[in-house]
């Protein structure tokens, strides 16, 4: 195969082999937790699909389980798609999940799956009652085009609520609002919870955050419903655009009389606050009783080509889980590696102290072996005077920014960051970076500096045929004091970069040929006029969680 074995990721949640796709209804259960997942048993490509099952004490090491949800019943026939979970009550868990039931359409229903055994705290079997399917698409709905259920929560009247998303006439992405009393019954509210013309919302995911500045996660089902304490939480809307293969969400307010969500920002569906600029799909939230915290998972595709896919035997991982919050503007969230991460980093970190890195100049970060690793830098940058003028006919698309003037191309005040993946003779090398900028002048008025920040892998691999896509995002800082901070999870494939503290977020698949193993080398590169500063680096090795079979 063209790729290595050694590129099959260390710590990432990854199957031993096969296709794997969306994260399903995470949730914490009775100590443990419960990650489902899109999951094909039978080969490296997207098909047969059922809910593939693992558990785990600290979302880092897993136990797999035989598959919770096959096709089973009419109403899930041809593939077991996407759903969530849902917190009754008396503290058992209720899953809703798409079934296709025709095998010439993908016409599609929504089914309910109930533990077979609720003192089983790893949920081993799950059931599926007799009056499946709970929800068909009726009057007018796109019965293509109509899936991916999202936990419930309650309303005032007790009544549960959730989502499910579908798509409008040719174009309008749609969040449907379904209503029952007993999660059996279902009906639908004759206005959807909220629709933009994006095309089609998969894996809608709707929840609170507290927006008082504290980081602690709001639990879906039992959100608040008083008027003092609603005033105290922002709603989050997240949509996965299955035309543009990204998430993105707004932040805003639930009106619960009118059972709508209205955005801040009226034109927060334009603006397109993503998670992750880089290859994140599908993913889905969950509130973690344990830690009160809320937790993200996301889907990482393989941007190598299907043959190679066929060839290694496997597809697909999931992205180190994040805790988010809302970041105290109220404006967007913070992400950043929930703290079980960290018990994988070997004992002894290399750092790198004020080290200075003058226009042109790298630095390799020698002592410890980079292939599988975690790097924390914080950059100061001397002066933004050479800055570069962010050119108007760019501005404001940040993709469009990083791919005319990837990382070699010399800028003003950086690109400065990280090479890692890199080779000897830097043949290969992956990009991670910050790009800062003067703001165009708008009404004369000058503006805070315009920080970009990229992942370059066009130089990452040295086989030919790779999809390597540039990624970039602004990130919404202030850096007139010159700081900014960035942090990447390395694993062999994967980049996954969390620039100023979670303000932007990028993950990259990468396949090199000689950067691999003992030879993948992490440097420090700065290509702007400016001078900056490393205050500090620290590097860790990262070991290897345990992955068991428990079927
Ligand atoms: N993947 C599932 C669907 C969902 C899509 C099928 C998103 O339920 O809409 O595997 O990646």
Redesign the pocket.
Known sequence: SIVDSELRTGYHFQPPKNWI??PNAPMYYKGWYHLFY?YNPKGAV?GN?VWAHSVSRDLINWVALKPAIEPSIRADKY?C??GSATMMADGTPVIMY?GVNRPDVNYQVQNVALPRNGSDPLLREWVKPGHNPVIVPEGGINATQF??PTTAWRGADGHWRLLV?SLAGQSRGVAYVYRSRDFRRWTRAAQPLHSAPTGMW??PDFYPVTADGRREGVDTSSAVVDAAASARVKYVLKN?L?LRRYDYYTVGTYDRKAERYVPDDPAGDEHHIRYDYGNF??SKTFYDPAKRRRILWG?ANESDTAADDVAKGWAGIQAIPRKVWLDPSGKQLLQWPIEEVERLRGKWPVILKDRVVKPGEHVEVTGLQTAQADVEVSFEVGSLEAAERLDPAMAYDAQRLCSARGADARGGVGPFGLWVLASAGLEEKTAVFFRVFRPAARGGGAGKPVVLMCTDPTKSSRNPNMYQPTFAGFVDTDITNGKISLRSLIDRSVVESFGAGGKACILSRVYPSLAIGKNARLYVFNNGKAEIKVSQLTAWEMKKPVMMNGA
């Open positions: 796709n969306d899109q997207w699909i593939g798609w996407s798409t899936r991916d998303g998969e894996c996965s299955d799909y599908a889907w």
